[in-house]
């Protein structure tokens, strides 16, 4: 019984370097978090991400939810099956390789 509850989608597009940095730690959408009504465009517009960087969704778990596509999948908007979507409310993802996210 796979619900297909559907509330909105954003997304972000980060381009990845493969720099050796110190790694940091981006809370997405600052303190407004993972929402809708927010620019994520110029949110992710100023920032540099290298490899090792971590990206925090934080979101109310069941209001939104998180998925990891490439810069092919993105910008073609095609969104993984439902089952792939990360939905704990407090994503962390490590940015583990350089390329288009
Ligand atoms: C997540 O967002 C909530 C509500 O906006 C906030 O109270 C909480 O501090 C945030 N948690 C983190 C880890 O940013
Ligand atoms: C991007 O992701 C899609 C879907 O998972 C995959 O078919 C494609 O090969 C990937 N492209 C690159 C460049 O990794
Ligand atoms: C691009 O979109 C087409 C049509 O929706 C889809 O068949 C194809 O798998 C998509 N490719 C990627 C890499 O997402």
Known sequence: MASKRFVGTI?????????????????????????????YEAWVKDKIFHVGDELVFNYTAGWHNVFKVNGTAFTNCTIPPTNEALSTGNEVITLAAHGRK
């Open 11 to 39: 997304a972000i597009l980060a381009f990845v370097l493969a720099a050796v940095a110190m790694a940091t730690k981006f809370a997405v959408g600052d303190d407004q978090g993972w929402t809708i009504n927010f620019d």
